[in-house]
């Protein structure tokens, strides 16, 4: 079985912090790391190679130091890595972006599953795998919980707001899962030895097949009008008494004074 | 558009560095660069004290005719033989952006013995509802809905769609922006008219909740977002309100949709719908063991609320990770939430900070819920969970 996970490099989002003072990110000192939910996506397809055989490429594009991304991708387990990297990519949207992996995709020629997590934790669109999905014409499954592949049968577990539904396909597919779906592996010695090793393919526009009006800033529709921190909290209020009758008193007055209740 | 230093005026003052939220700036032999990890938010532009970054625009490259998209419209999600929330709520903003575009509201109705709906639809303030109704459109499915969808936008046009930042609605909203070629904003919480152009502008959070952009789509149409339930409020419904029903015919055939939904395993009916939510009750760490949690339910049983979990007490699996609050779990909205024995992890903030009001109880003094919290009571969620459920059932008898 041939296996594609594409994978995005963030910033650590759960260590921005705010400037209390300008009320700006402050980046500085701010980790990059494989996006959580690709590596549950590349866990996946890691344990569907376990079990069936075949091979697990890793794309990701980014600029060059995303390559240590992949080289974490490699050293849990992929076979191959490629880095879709050129300044004709830069400010690309989803609709851009999807639009560059796919043909990435294609480059690649043959493959039966594509997975992805299921958004970026950085953006949070969960656009750009439905939307790989569609440049390519093949069918998508997203928010998986559980999969199995059966023959060219897939039959999932996806995600609703109120449950699971069950879903079957037919390969080719695209496949965007959740966190439970799994817990990734930690790179083994070996693994990251290798990855170390490897040499990762830097792919540029000039090795895809496609049509620069349709990439980064020029290719994509949105463009992003302002940026700007939300306004802080102003301070709650804060009840400390010496039972726990009196504190849930004073709350429920204040809700009430409040008009909350 | 792009965004360019002029490095003779460049005075290396580093200011854009840290106004960046992309990290694209970078200083190399006393000289601001911009990298490609630039989206040309501008941020960047207003900062410098030297005026050395411009904004260039760029020749328009699509030539789209905008002047025959237009009307707003909203993709009413259909569930359990009911319309979500999100969908009436979107119908409140829709007639806001109408009105102040001066054009007409639309629904779009897709499923099967749904045309009941469309009352409630025009109750809402819709003028028009496109119904498509076919016994293959009965369960959402990816490639029939959006098809269809595809389908009524290539003959009548909207000049803006709104969805619901559903699971569903991202899963086709992002299929269907594609096949048309346009650009979808994704989970929305803010939405208004630029004044300036006349185009939608789109708020999101992003960063984990830390930054807000505003999004626009100038050259293409519709300009599509998805929304996220819960942020506004439904509009008041006014049943003496009539409209034109339009009836499309579906085109689906049975083939076309290659997935297939085969059973729905309903783990819970209204606990777990946490982006609907109107109260959430949320337990983590501090309530212990699993049988405790029995305390929060109560609580939300009371509050009619849904219940929701931390990371750390889903992991420990006192709750099912549907009911997972924060990043790695769902993102919520409500008007309340209480945080019971959570301390307030940014990665729990990130999924619960567009709450209207934060109730905290927590132990700690100094757990980071507290800065979060419009109310915080400082004590032992254990004792004082039971008397607040106790008061909340005076209160509700009362």
């Not at chain 2, 700036?25 to 900062?47: F, R, W």
């Not at chain 2, 897709?110 to 009352?119: D, F, K, R, W, Y």
């Amino acid at each position: 079985m041939e296996i594609l996970v594409c994978i995005k490099q963030v910033p650590d989002t759960a260590e921005v912090k705010i400037d209390p003072v300008t009320n700006t990110l402050i980046r500085q000192g701010v980790p990059s790391i494989v996006n959580p939910f690709d590596k549950n996506a590349l866990e996946a397809a890691l344990q569907l190679k376990d079990k069936h055989g075949g091979k697990v490429t890793v794309i990701s594009m980014g600029p060059p130091q995303a390559k240590e991304a992949l080289k974490e991708c490699l050293a849990m387990g992929a076979d191959k890595a490629i880095l879709v990297s050129d300044r004709a990519f830069g400010g690309s949207d989803t609709l851009a972006t999807s639009y560059t992996l796919a043909a990435t995709i294609r480059k690649i020629g043959t493959y039966d599953l594509i997975f992805c997590g299921k958004q970026a934790i950085d953006g949070d669109t969960a656009q750009v795998g439905p939307e790989i999905a569609e440049h390519l014409g093949i069918a998508q499954i997203t928010y998986v919980a559980k999969i199995e592949v059966n023959g060219d049968t897939v039959s999932v577990e996806r995600e609703y707001e109120e449950g699971y539904g069950i879903i079957e396909g037919k390969l080719p597919l695209l496949i965007s899962v959740v966190k439970s779906i799994n817990e990734p592996r930690y790179p083994t010695i070996k693994g990251t030895m290798k990855a170390n090793r490897a040499e990762i393919p830097v792919w540029t526009m000039a090795d895809l097949d496609v049509d620069e009006q349709r990439l980064g800033l020029k290719g994509s529709p949105t463009q992003v009008r302002r940026i700007f921190t939300p306004p802080q909290r102003t301070e709650g209020v804060i009840i400390q008494k010496d039972t726990a009758w009196e504190s849930v008193a004073v709350l429920i007055q204040k809700l009430s004074d409040a008009k909350i209740i | 558009m792009a965004i360019k230093v002029n490095q003779e005026e460049c005075i290396a003052c580093g200011a854009c560095l840290s106004v960046c939220p992309f990290g694209a700036i970078v200083m190399q032999d006393e000289k601001a660069y911009i990298t490609e990890a630039c989206t040309a938010c501008g941020a960047c532009v207003d900062t410098c004290p030297v005026e050395a970054i411009l904004r260039e625009e760029e020749d328009k490259v699509v030539a789209m005719d905008k002047s025959q998209y237009k009307d707003v419209w909203v993709y009413l999600e259909v569930g359990e033989g009911k319309l979500r929330n999100v969908g009436l709520e979107l119908l409140g903003e829709g007639r806001k952006l109408a009105d102040g575009m001066g054009q007409s509201l639309a629904s779009v109705l897709i499923g099967h013995n749904v045309e009941g709906l469309a009352q409630d639809a025009f109750a809402a303030g819709s003028d028009k509802v496109y119904l498509v109704d076919a016994a293959e459109l009965a369960q959402y499915n990816t490639d029939s809905y959006t098809a269809t969808l595809f389908d009524l936008i290539s003959n009548y046009k909207p000049s803006v769609i709104l969805m619901g930042a559903t699971n569903d609605g991202r899963d086709f909203g992002a299929r269907v922006a594609c096949r048309v070629g346009t650009g979808l904003t994704a989970d929305c919480t803010g939405l208004g008219i630029d004044e300036a152009t006349g185009f939608v502008s789109w708020t999101r959070p992003a960063f984990g909740g830390n930054i807000m952009a505003t999004i626009i789509c100038p050259e293409h149409r519709p300009q599509m977002g998805t929304v996220r339930p819960s942020v506004f409020k439904k509009p008041v419904l006014d049943y003496s309100k009539k409209g034109e029903l339009i009836r499309v015919a579906s085109k689906i055939k049975q083939e076309d949709m290659r997935t297939k939904l085969i059973d729905m395993i309903h783990v819970c009916t209204v606990s777990c719908n946490l982006e609907e939510a109107e109260i959430i009750v949320s337990g983590g760490r501090g309530m212990c063991k699993p049988e405790n949690f029995s305390l929060v339910e109560d609580l939300a049983n009371v509050l009619g609320a849904s219940v929701g979990a931390s990371r750390a007490a889903v992991d420990a699996g006192w709750k099912p990770a549907l009911h997972q609050v924060g990043q790695t779990g769902k993102t919520v909205g409500p008007k309340i939430y209480f945080a019971c024995g959570i301390s307030g992890a940014i990665q729990h903030l990130a999924g619960m900070s567009s709450s209207d009001l934060v109730i905290a109880i927590n132990k700690d003094p100094d757990a980071p819920i507290f800065k979060m919290a419009d109310y915080g009571i400082v004590g032992d969620v254990l004792e004082v969970l039971p008397i607040l459920t106790e008061e909340f059932k005076k209160i509700k008898s009362a």
